[in-house]
């Protein structure tokens, strides 16, 4: 398979991971991290809201609708904590109390201010507080300011990105972020990176441990190659290349080879008819297409397989793998 240039080797085991650890149909909110920002966690992975936006153009996701964050309107920051002030100093220095009033004598404070071994009893006029309601008040829990002592219920409320602007509750802007559900478009299952993946679940079930998108290094060369998929057999390995795309090159022919010769493993060449019969008419080969496409190789590096369905390829490419 020869993957687009948009897709790089880490996209590619990106999707292999999603495929692992999704199951179609399952939902992913987004959620904010300290430091991070807006994150979705897939599996043990977290990724970024752009990188998810990317998916979803890649056709991963489905939109299935949105959770909004308050953001800084200046700066674009999630990042924002919370400030407390006096609404008659503004002081950050508040207290939370559980008030009671005296109504006889009008003092207010805490509660813990009144609190006597034997009940509560104002410290200022030494009188004992007897039904709630009728000669005390519990107003309930308030802010008092220790700056200048005035009590309220609410303190004022201001946000601080982390780059230092201040925002009232009202200044806040919001940024909608998708919630999704992993379901891959069907494009995406008819491409040459998900037929891959299909393979190498289909090789799992017949007891191979094979592995898509494998990195491999040259031992001649030294250069890196992706192979499509490594099959791992009592201590050997096997490359697989899969050809299935329209376009015949060169390269369709050179790249077993190079493969065979620097990674010193034996490469089955996965062809379907329709790019056989291409390479075949492209290097003006007669006859039997498979015979003739052999040919070109040795046989002890190099198997040609070509399958007309999945089912054949599968078939066939078990019959190929036992005889290496
Ligand atoms: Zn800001
Ligand atoms: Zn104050
Ligand atoms: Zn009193």
């Not at 948009?6 to 199951?23: C, F, H, N, P, T």
């Not at 897939?42 to 949105?66: A, H, M, N, P, Q």
Request: hydrophobic share 40%; net charge neutral; aromatic share 8%.
């Amino acid at each position: 398979m020869s993957f687009g240039e948009d897709v790089s080797l880490m996209e590619l085991r990106q999707l292999e991971l999603l495929g692992k650890v999704l199951k179609p149909g399952q939902e992913i909110r987004p959620h904010y991290e300290r430091n991070i920002g807006i994150v979705y966690n897939i599996g043990e992975l977290t990724i970024r809201e752009d990188r998810l936006l990317s998916l979803i153009r890649r056709g991963f996701f489905r939109v299935k609708g949105y959770i909004s964050f308050p953001i800084c309107p200046v700066c674009g920051d999630v990042d924002l904590s919370l400030n407390v002030y006096c609404p008659n100093c503004n002081s950050q220095d508040l207290l939370k109390v559980d008030i009671v009033i005296h109504y006889e004598c009008h003092y207010a404070d805490d509660i813990s201010a009144f609190r006597r071994p034997e009940g509560l009893v104002c410290p200022v006029c030494e009188r004992s507080l007897k039904v709630v309601g009728v000669d005390y008040g519990r107003p309930g829990i308030s802010y008092r300011c220790n700056n200048c002592l005035s009590v309220f219920q609410l303190p004022l409320i201001e946000f601080s990105c982390s780059n230092g602007h201040l925002l009232r509750l009202d200044e806040l802007a919001v940024h909608r972020a998708p919630v999704v559900i992993y379901e891959p478009s069907d494009l995406l299952r008819e491409s040459a990176a998900w037929k891959i993946l299909d393979l190498v679940e289909a090789l799992s079930s017949y007891g191979y441990k094979a592995e898509p998108f494998a990195l491999l290094r040259g031992n001649v060369t030294r250069t890196e190659h992706i192979v499509d998929v490594l099959v791992h057999r009592s201590g050997k390995r096997i490359a697989l290349l899969i050809f299935n795309t329209p376009n015949v090159n060169p390269d369709s022919v050179s790249r077993p080879l190079t493969i065979a010769i620097d990674l010193q493993i034996p490469v089955v060449a996965v062809m379907s008819k329709e790019f056989a019969e291409g390479l075949a008419r492209f290097l003006r080969m007669e006859g039997n297409v498979k015979q003739r496409i052999q040919s070109l190789f040795p046989a002890e590096l190099v198997r040609v397989v070509v399958y007309e369905n999945e089912a054949d390829k599968i078939a066939k490419l078990l019959d190929a793998l036992e005889k290496l």
